[in-house]
């Protein structure tokens, strides 16, 4: 059964830190590509990262440049999205979904398997 569990979310100060993960069960998570997205309440789902399978190539929005880096450890099986320098615009669910067979992609109708998501709350 395939499986992505995220863990990490919570609440920060505007320039605070977080490291999201997301543990995959059920599957090999090395030969996948894995995306992070987020939707705060009343916007569109946003694609915010996404990590390639083998050489692991990576993408970022615009938006999370230089502030939140996506890795993976496939020994643990899991991906990783630390985020730095929290801002206020940054509040969201944030989900972690799996490509089965693609490269990474920044429409979330292409994701096979998705996290039920994790809360990442920015407030003073």
């Known amino acids: 059964q395939v499986q992505l569990v995220e863990s990490g979310g919570g609440l920060v100060q505007p320039g605070g830190s977080l490291r999201l993960s997301c543990s995959a069960s059920g599957f090999a998570l090395s030969n996948k590509a894995i995306g992070w997205f987020r939707q705060a309440p009343g916007t569109e789902r946003e694609g915010v990262s996404c990590i390639n399978s083998g050489a692991g190539d990576t993408f970022y929005a615009d938006s999370v440049k230089g502030r939140f880096t996506i890795s993976r450890d496939n020994a643990k099986n899991t991906a990783y999205l630390p985020m730095n320098s929290l801002k206020p615009e940054d509040p969201a669910v944030y989900s972690c979904?799996?490509?089965?067979?693609?490269?990474?992609?920044?429409?979330?109708?292409?994701?096979?398997?998705w996290g039920q998501g994790t809360q990442v709350t920015v407030s003073s």
């Open positions: 979904a799996l490509l089965w067979f693609r490269l990474c992609s920044s429409d979330f109708s292409d994701y096979d398997y």
